[in-house]
C-alpha cells in the first residue's frame, strides 16, 4: 500500500505539471515543438541534462502551494531558457547502463556528436560502468561492463577464485534514422549487445517527441526488453530483427516513458519498464534475486546537472530499490585549459642579419634544425616542427615571423618542415601574398589557391644548419589496464615510461626506452596456450623495471614520395630481431598502400639483453600488404592489413579510425585462419579491440605534438597478433598529404 501511495502521488503530480505547461507555453508555441526555441536564447552547447532516477521524497508533493510553486518556477524557466532548436538537448542523458535514454530503457535522442561520456552506476543486483560516444551524426556507441553483485564467478572453478562478482562486456549502438520535425517524432534503431554472451541483449526500435519541457517516448524490442532471452553468440554476431524479423516482432514489447525538464538543471522521469527479470533465466542474477517478478513495472527518476558536465541520478525503481547513476560529459578534443602560444617579438637592437634574425625567431618559437638561406630576392627556409600539432600551424607560425620581420626586399618564400632531416612537406609563396594575407586583403582561401605545396621533394637545399637537435627525448606516466583474467577482473601497472634517441644523421635514430612501473597487480590464472605468442606476456608484465627498446631506425624517403623504414635491435618488451616497411601516398593523400614484415625471436623473462632458447618456435616471421583509404571529408579512415601474423594464422585485420579535434578514436577487429590452434581459446576466436590517442596539448595550455594512447582489448590470445613498432610509416605521413593540409588550412591563418 506504501508503494501504491508514492505511485499515485508521483503520476498525480506528472499530470498536474502536464497541464499547467501545456496551459502555460500553448500561447508561446503553437506548434510545441522546436519552434519554441526561436525567442529564446541560445544555450551553450556544452551542456548536457544527464538522464538520472532518483526515488522523490513524498512529503515535497503534499498539497496545491507545491502546485504553485512549480508553476511559478516553469514560467521563469520558459522565459529564461529552452532547448536548441532541432536538438535532442536537454534530453540526453544516460539511462543506467549507459546508453541515453531514461532508467532501463532507450529513448530516441542521441548525444550531440563528438561528445564523449563515462559513468557508473547501481540499482541492486546490478552496478554498471561504462563509456559512450557520438563519433558520427545520429549514431552512438556505448561500452559497458554489468556487474551482478554477490552473485560469484564459476564458484566451483578454483582458477576463478579471486575474480569476485561475475561481470559482463558489451557493446552497444544506436543511429537516429529520423530527425524530429514539427510533426513527427525522431526514430531511432538501437543494437544492445549482438556479440558474445549476450546476457543484457536487444534489438529495438524507438520514437521519441518533445513537447517542451516534456519528451515522450514509445518503444518496442526484443531480448531483454522482450518475453524471452536471446541466445549466445559466442564469436558470432546475430540481430534477429533483420536475420528474423517476424521472430522479432513475436518475441518483443513495448516500452516506453516521460521526462519533464522545466530547467537544464533538472530533470523528472517515468518509465513503463517491460524487463520480465524472472523469465531471463540467461542472466546470473535471475535465480538468486528474481524468481518472482518484480513488485512494479514502473520507474521514477529525478536527474540533477550540478555542472555543465555532470550528471546525477536518483531513481526508484521496480517498485523496491534505490538507484545511484552519476555520469560525466565532455566535447572531445576541447581542450581543458585554453591553448596559447605567445606569439615571437623580436628584442631590439636588431643589428643581426635577416638570417640571424629568423633563425633566432624560429628557434624561439620552437623550431629545431634550421636552415635560411637567401639567393637575390629568394628565402629558402628548412626547419623541424618540434612543437606544433598541425603542420598548417607550424607553417602559419613561420609566415607570421616573417611579416612581422618585414623583410620588403624579399619576393619569393621557400619553407619546407623535415623531419630528422627527412623532407615532408614544401610552401612556396610570395611576400607580397603573405602582406595580403595578414592585412586581411585577401582570404586565406585565395591565399592558398595562390600558394604551392608540395610533399614529392625529398632532397635538403644543403645549407647550413643552426640548432642542430641531435637527441630527442620523452617522459610520460604510464597507466595500463588487463581486464578480465580469471585471477581478476582488473589488473594494472601504474609508472612511468622514457625515451630517448640520438640522431646523427639524417632518418636516422638510436632508440632507448625504459619504463618503471612500482604499482603493478599484473597476475593471470591462465597458461600460455598452444602458439604462444602473447598469452604467455604475463611473467614480462610482472617486471617492475623493463628495457622497452634498445634499437637502431632508419627511414628513407625517395623519388616519387616512396618511403622506407628499417629497424633492428630489440623491438619491444616480448621480441627482438629486425623490422621493415615501405609505403606510398596515391591520390594526394586519400590512400596509401605499403608492405610490412619483421622477422623476430622472443627475448628472455629474466636477461634483458639475451633471447629465449627454449621457446616453441625459433623465428616468428610476418609479412603484411597494408593499405589505408582516407576520408578526409569525415575525418575518418579504414585501415586493412592482410598476411601472415605472428603465430602463423594467415587473414586480415580491419581497423576504423576517427579524428575528432586532435583525438583519434579507433577501433580494430580481424579475421584469420585459426585452425592453426589446438586450443579453445584461440579456435574460431576474432582480435578485436578499441583504443583512443590523446594529444597532451588539450592539458598543458600550449600547443605540443605529444600524444598519449590508450587501448583496450584481450591481452591473454594469440590470434592476430602483430609485433609493436616504435613508427609506422602510415601514421608517420599522417595528415602531411594535400588532402589533409587542405584539410587543415584554417590552422594557418591563427
Not at 419 to 430: A, C, K, M
Amino acid at each position: 500500500m506504501f508503494h501504491l501511495r508514492i505511485y499515485k502521488r508521483f503520476l498525480l503530480i506528472l499530470f498536474n505539471l502536464l497541464l499547467l505547461s501545456l496551459s502555460t507555453h500553448l500561447p508561446y508555441s503553437p506548434y510545441l515543438t522546436h519552434s519554441t526555441v526561436s525567442t529564446a536564447p541560445p544555450r551553450s552547447t556544452h551542456s548536457t541534462v544527464s538522464t538520472a532516477s532518483t526515488a522523490l521524497p513524498h512529503s515535497t508533493y503534499s498539497t496545491h502551494s507545491t502546485t504553485l510553486r512549480l508553476t511559478a518556477s516553469t514560467e521563469a524557466h520558459a522565459a529564461d531558457w529552452a532547448p536548441p532548436a532541432k536538438s535532442d538537448e536537454p534530453f540526453t542523458g544516460p539511462a543506467n547502463w549507459g546508453g541515453t535514454g531514461l532508467m532501463e530503457t532507450p529513448t530516441a535522442r542521441i548525444m550531440n556528436e563528438n561528445r564523449f561520456r563515462f559513468g557508473a552506476g547501481q540499482v541492486d543486483p546490478y552496478r554498471y560502468y561504462y563509456i559512450g560516444l557520438s563519433p558520427l551524426k545520429r549514431f552512438e556507441i556505448s561500452g559497458r561492463v554489468t556487474e551482478v553483485i554477490g552473485v560469484t564467478a564459476s564458484p566451483d572453478n578454483p582458477a576463478w577464485r579471486g575474480y569476485g562478482n561475475t561481470k559482463d562486456k558489451a557493446i552497444d549502438f544506436k543511429y537516429k534514422l529520423i530527425e524530429e520535425d514539427k510533426y513527427a517524432p525522431a526514430l531511432s534503431i538501437g543494437i544492445m549487445d549482438p556479440h558474445g554472451t549476450r546476457l543484457y541483449s536487444s534489438q529495438y526500435i524507438v520514437a521519441s517527441k518533445q513537447i517542451y519541457p516534456f519528451d515522450f517516448t514509445l518503444g518496442f524490442g526484443n531480448g531483454r526488453f522482450g518475453k524471452v532471452p536471446l541466445p549466445s553468440q559466442d564469436e558470432g554476431f546475430k540481430i534477429e530483427m533483420f536475420s528474423d524479423t517476424k521472430q522479432w516482432l513475436k518475441d518483443s514489447q513495448f516500452f516506453g516513458g516521460i521526462q519533464f525538464s522545466p530547467s537544464k538543471w533538472f530533470s523528472l522521469m517515468v518509465e513503463y519498464n517491460p524487463i520480465k527479470y524472472e523469465k531471463q533465466t540467461r542472466d546470473p542474477a535471475q535465480k538468486k534475486y528474481f524468481q518472482n517478478p518484480p513488485p512494479s513495472q514502473f520507474n521514477y527518476g529525478l536527474r540533477l546537472k550540478p555542472f555543465e558536465w555532470t550528471d546525477i541520478d536518483v531513481t526508484y525503481q521496480r517498485g523496491n530499490q534505490f538507484g545511484m547513476n552519476l555520469s560525466m560529459a565532455f566535447d572531445i578534443g576541447n581542450p581543458l585549459i585554453p591553448i596559447f602560444d605567445k606569439p615571437y617579438v623580436e628584442k631590439p637592437p636588431k643589428k643581426k642579419s635577416l638570417n640571424e634574425r629568423i633563425v633566432e625567431a624560429l628557434h624561439e618559437s620552437g623550431f629545431s634544425n634550421i636552415g635560411v638561406r637567401l639567393n637575390n630576392n629568394e628565402l629558402w627556409i628548412e626547419a623541424q616542427n618540434d612543437k606544433y600539432f598541425y603542420t598548417t600551424r607550424a607553417f602559419g607560425i613561420i609566415i607570421k615571423i616573417l611579416y612581422d620581420l618585414k623583410p620588403i626586399y624579399i619576393e619569393k618564400v621557400n619553407i619546407a618542415l623535415h623531419d630528422n632531416g627527412i623532407p615532408i612537406v614544401r610552401l612556396s609563396t610570395t611576400f607580397l601574398d603573405i602582406h595580403e594575407l595578414y592585412n586581411e586583403k585577401m582570404t586565406l582561401r585565395e591565399f592558398l589557391s595562390l600558394s604551392d605545396i608540395r610533399t614529392d621533394s625529398n632532397k635538403s637545399q644543403g645549407m647550413e644548419i643552426h640548432h642542430k637537435k641531435l637527441f630527442k627525448y620523452a617522459l610520460k606516466p604510464e597507466f595500463k589496464t588487463f581486464l578480465n583474467d580469471p585471477s581478476g577482473f582488473f589488473k594494472y601497472r601504474a609508472g612511468v615510461s622514457g625515451w630517448t634517441s640520438f640522431n646523427p644523421w639524417p632518418g636516422g635514430s638510436f632508440i632507448l626506452e625504459l619504463e618503471t612501473y612500482p604499482l603493478n597487480t599484473v597476475s593471470t590464472s591462465n597458461t600460455p596456450l598452444s602458439r604462444p605468442v602473447r598469452s604467455d606476456i604475463v611473467p614480462y608484465l610482472k617486471q617492475d623495471v623493463v628495457l622497452g627498446q634498445l634499437m637502431y631506425q632508419q627511414i628513407m624517403k625517395f623519388d616519387r614520395e616512396y618511403y622506407g623504414k628499417l629497424a633492428g635491435g630489440i623491438l619491444e618488451t616480448e621480441y627482438a630481431g629486425i623490422d621493415g616497411e615501405v609505403a606510398k601516398p596515391f591520390l594526394n593523400g586519400r590512400l596509401f598502400v605499403g608492405l610490412s614484415g619483421s622477422v623476430v625471436k622472443k627475448r628472455s623473462v629474466d636477461e634483458p639483453f639475451q633471447l629465449k632458447k627454449d621457446d616453441w618456435k625459433e623465428y616468428y616471421n610476418t609479412c603484411f600488404l597494408n593499405t589505408r583509404l582516407n576520408i578526409p571529408e569525415l575525418e575518418t579512415s579504414i585501415e586493412v592489413k592482410t598476411g601472415q601474423f605472428l603465430a602463423g594464422d594467415k587473414g586480415a585485420r580491419l581497423t576504423f579510425t576517427k579524428f575528432i579535434k586532435g583525438v583519434t578514436l579507433y577501433a580494430w577487429y580481424s579475421f584469420t585462419d585459426t585452425s592453426i590452434f589446438s586450443d579453445s581459446s584461440n579456435r574460431g576466436y576474432n582480435d578485436k579491440g578499441i583504443g583512443v590517442r590523446i594529444p597532451m596539448r588539450l592539458f598543458e595550455g600550449t600547443d605540443s605534438k605529444t600524444a598519449y594512447n590508450y587501448s583496450v582489448s584481450p591481452w591473454t590470445r594469440d590470434v592476430a597478433q602483430d609485433i609493436d613498432h616504435f613508427t609506422n610509416l602510415f601514421d608517420y605521413l599522417g595528415r602531411d598529404t594535400k588532402i589533409y593540409l587542405d584539410k587543415d588550412r584554417g590552422h594557418l591563418y591563427k
